[in-house]
Structures are given as C-alpha cells and as structure tokens.
Nanobody
Framework: QVQLEESGGGLLQVGDSLRLSCAAS????????MGWFRQASGKEREFVAAINWNGDSIYADSVKGRFTISRDNAKNTVYLQMNSVKFEDTAVYYCALPYHTPPGWRSGDWGQGTQVTVSS
C-alpha cells in the first residue's frame, strides 16, 4: 500500500519562500513520476508539478519560474521549493504519483495534504 506523507506547510507572506517535502513508501518508485497538486478553497484540485526518476520536470504555467520540484530517489522523497509566493498560491498541497492522460495530469494516490496560506 502506497503511503505519501507531506510536511512543510505553513503561514507565510507574499514574496516569501517555503519548501514542502513528501516521503513515499510502500512501492518501488523508480518507474513513477512524483509530484504535487493543490486545491484552493472552493476550487478543483489542480496539477502543480511532476518529476520523473531522471529529474525531468514539468510545471503548471501558474508556478513556472517560481516553484522548483526535486527528488531524492534514495529517500523516495520529493520536494517542492516555493519562491516568490503569491496570495493565489494559498491552497492545500497534495503529494501524488501523477500520470499524464489527456487533457492533463491525474493521480490515483494522494497524501493527506498540507496547508499553505499566503497572506498579503
């Protein structure tokens, strides 16, 4: 059984930085993308970023240039470095094992989520 455990959420101000972490267990993840989604209050969950075993990454346009996803394969851990955060980055961030199916990214495995709140 896959387990995804996020950490690192919190309260920050516009322009601040924050790093989220997600430790995965229960499976060999070498053939999987690891990544992040987020869900703001009253909105649908949306794709944020994903990274494969080799470090190739992809981002949602809304975070490109501000967020960086990275991965430690030895630790089965994925990180999301959030820089220059904006008010609209406020959401619950979910660790996931995303896969691409048109028209976008989905996941069948989720962490419990970690709240990120950006105040102006």
């Amino acid at each position: 059984q896959v387990q995804l455990e996020e950490s690192g959420g919190g309260l920050l101000q516009v322009g601040d930085s924050l790093r989220l972490s997600c430790a995965a267990s229960g499976r060999t993840f070498s053939n999987y993308f690891m990544g992040w989604f987020r869900q703001a209050s009253g909105k649908e969950r949306e794709f944020v970023a994903a990274i494969n075993w080799n470090g190739d990454s992809i981002y949602a346009d809304s975070v490109k240039g501000r967020f960086t996803i990275s991965r430690d394969n030895a630790k089965n851990t994925v990180y999301l470095q959030m820089n220059s955060v904006k008010f609209e980055d406020t959401a619950v961030y979910y660790c996931a094992l995303p896969y691409h199916t048109p028209p976008g990214w989905r996941s069948g495995d989720w962490g419990q989520g970690t709240q990120v709140t950006v105040s102006s």
